[in-house]
């Protein structure tokens, strides 16, 4: 029967059958050491020639990066290292022989390394990245169902946009226009007046032409509606959830967390500390005063500026009330002065990784949200089954999307969230 890498501990001075691919080999005349790798963790597997028969040993000189076998052998602790493990091994069966793997130990341009990511995945580096993702994904659904949310899936396929036409990719459907999704927001917030707390997780499409480290053109997004909450509620809601994030990744990613070396006192300070908040008037004022950025009450808040305000923060940033010309139509607007802004938030996230979350509260008024959409001159009759949840047992809610991969990249410590996806699709790749 197999065991697993990650289950050795309650095998120590047993023997246990390994299935998996060798990740790195040294020899010293002999003895072999085969780093073996089965997905759920790393082993080195120690080889004696003279315990093993001429035949069985000839397998293990055959043995290459990232060849495939089966190990049998004696689980024994690690001599210098505590907590760690190795084999002895009694027994090889070599299954098939890599011949020439291209990713050799040496240094590689990201270019290459994108274009054989099929094969990159098996890194150590990119393991414990698709390690943190599978955590964050697993901790997200886990805290939403004990918040007692409901999983809906919103389609992919969708005739309207949630937001700006001119970022969404369009496609034939049987001769109608139609686009891939960039929220599932407007259909879970129908399935919201029936189950109440609901979130959809999956992935969408942006159209939008960026090759900052910071963009894919298809990620993952979770979004969720919180039913009779205030903006105010909801940012409570969402600091804590971004602790419970933090808090299960370093609690269930000693490894992964070790093997990309990140800094774990950024994550434990946001794990134990309060969030600030601030209106987006107030951090353009701070912007200018600190950074000289020459930016209006009226501008957006980018790359640049969410960089600027990591340096003035070590916590997430939540920025509310921002202009309304700038943000989506289906926001409660409000008089600041003479000038419109919207109920809205972003969560700016600290280290440089810009925004980590956008929610509002959701225009509930009928007349109100109609009046919106006739001044952006959106085509009333296209959001007609929408504008049916304003007029049948309407209420004041919040909601929020969050995406993976940002998430992801932040919590791993890496640079560029296409690593932070399986197979990345940007402006220039496609392929594998």
């Known amino acids: 029967m197999q065991t697993f890498i990650k289950n050795l501990a309650k ?41 093993l028969s001429e035949e069985i ?50 240094e590689h341009g990201p270019e290459f390394l994108m274009d054989n990511r099929h094969l990159w995945l098996r890194s150590k580096k990119q393991w414990a990245i698709l390690k943190i993702r599978d955590e964050v994904f697993f901790s997200l659904q886990s805290f939403l169902r004990e918040e007692n949310f409901t ?7 969708q005739p309207t946009s949630c937001e700006d036409t001119s970022e969404l990719f369009q496609i034939d459907f049987f001769g109608e226009p139609v686009y891939l999704t960039q929220s599932g927001q407007l259909y879970i917030e129908a ?5 109440g ?46 602790k419970r994030l933090t808090t299960d990744v370093l609690t269930h990613c000693e490894e992964e967390l070790k093997i990309l070396e990140r800094d774990l006192k950024p994550l434990e300070h946001v794990r134990d500390a309060g969030f600030v908040r601030l209106k987006h008037k107030e951090v353009i004022e701070k912007l200018n005063s600190k950074f000289q950025a020459g930016l209006t009450l009226v501008d957006d808040i980018g790359a640049p500026e969410e960089s600027m305000i990591a340096k003035l923060y070590d916590v997430p940033v939540f ?29 700016i996230g600290i280290e440089g990784y810009g925004e980590l979350v956008g929610g509002a509260e959701r225009e509930y008024d009928y007349d109100k949200l109609i ?62």
């Not at 390994?18 to 990740?23: E, F, H, S």
């Not at 399935?191 to 189950?195: F, Q, R, V």
């Open 11 to 51: 095998y120590v001075e047993e023997e246990v059958i390994l299935k998996g691919w060798v990740n790195n080999i040294r020899s010293s005349g002999s003895i072999a050491f085969l780093e073996l790798r089965d997905g759920s963790g790393f082993v080195q597997c120690v080889v004696s020639k003279k315990e």
């Open 57 to 106: 040993w000839g397998l293990v000189e055959k043995a290459t990066q990232e060849s495939s076998g089966i190990v049998t052998g004696l689980v024994t602790k690690h001599p210098k290292q505590d907590g760690l493990f190795e084999i002895q091994v009694t027994n090889f069966e070599l299954i098939q022989q890599a011949i020439d793997y291209p990713i050799s130990n040496k």
């Open 151 to 157: 999983r809906v899936d919103a389609p992919i396929l």
């Open 191 to 195: 399935a919201e007046m029936s189950l």
């Open 197 to 242: 707390r609901v979130y959809d997780f999956g992935p969408v499409f942006r159209a939008e032409k960026s090759k900052t480290r910071k963009h894919l053109n298809e990620f993952w997004m979770m979004d969720a509606e919180l039913p009779f909450e205030s903006l105010e509620q909801m940012m409570d809601f969402i600091e804590k959830m971004m």
């Open 319 to 347: 920025v509310t009330d921002w202009p309304a010309e700038i943000k989506a139509f289906y926001m409660p607007h409000f008089m600041d002065g003479d000038m419109e802004r919207v109920r809205s938030v972003d969560l």
């Open 371 to 432: 009046a919106v959409m006739k001044k952006r001159n959106y085509n009333l009759e296209d959001y007609s089954w929408y504008l049916d949840l304003r007029r049948y047992g309407s209420i004041p809610h919040s909601g929020f999307g969050l995406g993976l991969e940002r998430m992801v990249a932040w919590l791993s410590g890496i640079h560029h969230v296409r690593e932070a996806i399986p197979f990345a699709r940007t402006m220039n790749r496609i392929r594998p």
